[in-house]
């Protein structure tokens, strides 16, 4: 039971860096524009905040700018694969699931054509701009397309890899990223299969399955109740579509319990995902963690953070709920 | 450039296509009869006469690029396929069934020659610039064909388009709207008004040429103008009549999204094959 080694995660998770994933996503790009030629960037007008202002900078004959106008980027987008390049297009979650959907739908997915975008500012700890600007939606609206590939990586360096994987993978792939700087918990040899949820910690008492820096919670809230000698298997599900279903199944089986977490609305996210693998596969007690069926608001990130229970304590007292519906 | 095809081939074949338009729709029993019908000439002078293409090699890599913005008129654009012989005319008549390759609006998975899957207005025009940046970005000479409708426009996004399209100066874009005046609702001026169409055009920084869009020649010239202007898009604004060449479909709003049934297809049909013989 612990920590499994083979994940090469930080040494103490109470002593961590931080950084936003989206750093990741501007870090990939900056790759990407060294090693494959057929990448080309688009932005509408946030490239300083989706980080793709340095990609901007080194090449910027294959960056385009796109002004306020998401619905045309993502149509253009397909265009640009269609003709045999892989656009990265990038803004707010908000801003390209929301509004530019049909784009997505008709055009990219319906068409499969290789579009990768990268949606920033998922979830509530964006802060102080608000309900307006903080995606708690994306997952449902992403997932539930045909061919869609949806991940949301845990820290910066998963969303380095991420990115990078995206370029190498042909089909629609979205890639939800954060705002606030976040806890690095992995390292560069964490193993990153894009395929697998990975087990970070073993457990059989009860399955903590979490997305985006939910993870690193989870990682906490499982070495609180090891202490009361609960065992809590902690695995992260970057990948939210294709659901790696086996390790999910698994962790029902072997647990019994199920508590999933996430930055995102309880409804149609992460954990909606594990409920349509759970109670098909293998029903058993579960609780969903999210952002209660409501909008955002504004504050400073850590403190929402707090209020909307996306924290360690909130996922030990919903285990605590869902250890006691297993017996 | 000359005509490749002489005006009255074309004419002759444009009347073909209609029987065969009018045929698919009585036997799918729906499908979109007005503008499949008055956007022929326009699908036909590129056909024919502008668009480099291989109906047997549809991926060609020095192939032009067509795309059919107002995806419910692919009627018109299936049977111009087929005729051209991207596939075999008896697919026509498997139109908007279960398991055709003629889907009931345009899907490229399905239907050789089809680039981009289309059907929700407001989309095609970016498509097509992404195309045209991608051409850009590989040095390639290949050109982008669009076709929109005139109600096609209300949409924001074409409008996003028509700025992207003139900031990257993409002088490979030549779009054409169909203007025929009508949307579902009505007449476009009492559903939302879009004149002055060609001054907006112009004031986004597009080179427009205004043409009879039943007229072979006028539309040729037009898109071999459209090759020689540099550091701009081309909109062609081709002034149709909806339904045309079969009188009771001719601008009747009602005839939008309406398929001809057995007594109307013969009628149709009694009309088009007396045109031909007109035509002689
Ligand atoms: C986004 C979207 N909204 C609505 C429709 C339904 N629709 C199909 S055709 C049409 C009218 C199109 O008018 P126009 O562009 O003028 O085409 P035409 O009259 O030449 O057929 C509408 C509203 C659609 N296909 N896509």
């Not at chain 1, 000698?229 to 279903?245: F, L, S, Y």
Request: proline residues 4%; aromatic residues 8%.
């Amino acid at each position: 039971m612990g920590i499994v080694k083979e994940m090469h995660l930080v040494e103490d998770l109470h002593n961590v860096n931080s950084k936003p994933t989206r750093d990741g996503y501007g870090e990939a790009l900056l790759i990407l524009g060294e090693t494959n030629p057929k990448v080309v960037v688009m932005d509408a007008d946030l490239a300083k905040s989706t980080r793709t202002v340095w990609f901007r900078e080194k090449f910027p004959e294959k960056f385009i700018d796109m002004g306020i106008a998401e619905q045309d980027m993502l149509a253009t987008a397909g265009g640009l694969a269609l003709g045999g390049m892989i656009p990265f297009c990038s803004t707010y979650g908000v801003f390209v699931a929301g509004r530019a959907w049909d784009q997505i739908r008709t055009t990219i997915c319906y068409g499969e054509f290789n579009v990768k975008i990268g949606g920033m500012h998922g979830g509530i700890s964006v802060g102080p701009d608000g309900a307006t600007h903080q995606s708690l939606e994306e997952v449902p609206l992403m997932r539930v397309l045909p061919g869609m590939t949806v991940f949301s990586p845990t820290d910066a360096i998963e969303g380095r890899k991420v990115a990078l994987f995206a370029a190498e993978h042909i089909g629609p792939t979205y890639i939800r990223y954060g705002r606030e700087a976040v806890p690095i918990i992995t390292t560069e040899e964490t193993p990153f299969n894009p395929w697998k949820a990975e087990v970070y910690r073993t457990g059989d008492d009860v399955a903590i399955i979490a997305a985006g820096t939910l993870v690193y919670e989870g990682l906490l809230a499982a070495e609180e109740l090891a202490k009361e000698g609960i065992e809590a298997r902690v695995i992260n599900c970057h990948t939210i579509k294709p659901m790696d279903i086996e390790t999910i199944v698994n962790a029902a089986k072997e647990c019994g319990a199920i508590v999933t977490a996430e930055e995102h609305s309880v409804i149609g996210g992460l954990g909606g995902a594990v409920a349509e693998v759970i109670c098909q596969h293998y029903p058993v007690p579960m609780r969903i963690i999210g952002i209660e069926d409501r909008f955002g608001e504004s504050g400073e990130p850590e403190e929402l953070m707090k209020a909307f229970g996306m924290s360690a304590e909130n996922i030990i007292k919903n285990v605590k709920e869902v250890l006691d519906m297993k017996e | 450039m000359p005509m490749k095809y002489s005006k009255k081939e074309l004419d002759k074949i444009c009347i073909e296509l209609r029987k065969d338009i009018v045929t698919m729709l009585n036997k799918a029993g729906s499908g979109h009869a007005g503008g499949s019908l008055g956007s022929v000439e326009i699908l036909v002078s590129l056909y024919w006469n502008v668009i480099k293409h291989n109906p047997k090699n549809p991926e060609w890599e020095e192939r032009d690029y067509f795309i059919l913005s107002k995806g419910h008129v692919c009627p018109a654009w299936y049977a111009v396929l087929a005729r051209r012989g991207y596939f075999s005319r008896e697919e026509l008549w498997t139109l908007r069934k279960f398991g055709s390759i003629l889907q009931g609006h345009p899907h490229h998975l399905k239907t050789p020659g089809v680039e981009a899957s289309t059907g929700s207005l407001g989309q095609g025009l970016s498509i097509s610039n992404g195309i045209a940046m991608a051409m850009r970005f590989q040095n390639k000479p290949n050109r982008v064909y669009c076709l929109l409708g005139d109600g096609e426009v209300q949409e924001g996004a074409v409008w996003e388009a028509g700025m992207t399209a003139a900031h990257y100066k993409l002088d490979n874009i030549c779009a054409t709207i169909d203007r025929n005046m009508l949307q579902i609702d009505g007449i476009t001026e009492e559903v939302m008004g879009l004149e002055n169409l060609e001054e907006k055009w112009r004031a986004f920084n597009w080179h427009v040429i205004n043409v009879d869009g039943h007229n072979v020649e006028e539309l040729t010239k037009a898109y071999d103008e459209a090759m020689t202007v540099k550091g701009k898009p081309t909109m062609v604004i081709a002034k149709t009549v909806k339904g045309k060449g079969v009188s009771f479909i001719e601008n009747q709003v009602d005839w939008h999204g309406k398929a001809p049934n057995d007594e109307e297809y013969k009628k149709a049909m009694a009309e088009l094959e007396e045109a031909e013989r007109r035509l002689g």
